[in-house]
């Protein structure tokens, strides 16, 4: 506390120490590592962040760019790699670190990739940590999502996600996508197909990652048929639609209610979830 005496004096020291709260602060932020700064870039890039790319809807209607909107992952950017927002990125960065740092063996994959945004990602966090023996798998058809099959899976009946041509994207169109951050390379292998076809014999030996975003039932239930077992002990389980879509959320409740799994379920954001395999 300054009496009047030292009010002078007191000012100085003041100064002194706000400009040594500065500095404390500069020399923070400058020791923030490469790969840190290198991670956030990237997902401000594949989310739209820097250009502020417009929301595309359905039929070609556009709304302007909302910045909360796509944080969150609720709008489909126009040019952006990714739709599935910031908080959904630093799970799945928060998921990888920690599976590398506690060494859960296996590859990381995503089952619906749309312009391959968040297994760009993951190429980009193994880069980031000098991984070599890990891969990134990119399964998708690559021309969007398929007609129901009611018969064998009655809940997606009524599901029109086939409808939606912006969901299709071509296989070169996201391998280009992954040239652009120079990262197709070996260690990213892509399946190309239904899942229902691609993923029961896919060369997939071993699991550390596994992130679900195929919205529909089928998609989701194929996946975790033919996937989750290859999941290791330790390893992630992702899924991206599980607040958004109720057929997704009926496929991951009853597998997970099939096979007896308790593991808790944690809440991402408004509609991602994960759990860590026992
Ligand atoms: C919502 S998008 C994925 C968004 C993406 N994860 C991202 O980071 O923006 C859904 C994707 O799943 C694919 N898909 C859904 N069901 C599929 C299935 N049964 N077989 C193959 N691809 C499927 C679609 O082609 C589409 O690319």
Sequence with gaps: MCSGFDLQFCSVQTSKSLLAGVQATVKLSAMRSTKDLYLDLMKKCLIGLIYADVEEKPNLQFEPFDEAKRLEGRDWPTYAHTMIGMKRLNNLQFCVEEMLARGVPGDLIETGVWRGGATIFMRAILKAYAVKDRFVWVADSFQGLPTPNSEKYPADAADRHH????????????????????????????LEGWFRDTLPNAPVEQLALIRLDGDMYESTMEALVHLYPKLSSGGYLIVDDYGAIPNCRRAVDDYRKTQGISNEIRQIDWTGIYWQRS
């Excluded at 041509?165 to 197709?184: G, H, I, M, R, W």
Aim: no cysteine.
């Design 163 to 190: 409808e939606f041509k912006e969901l299709a994207v071509p296989l070169d169109q996201v391998k280009s996508n992954f040239a652009k951050y120079d990262l197709l390379d070996d260690q990213v292998r892509f």
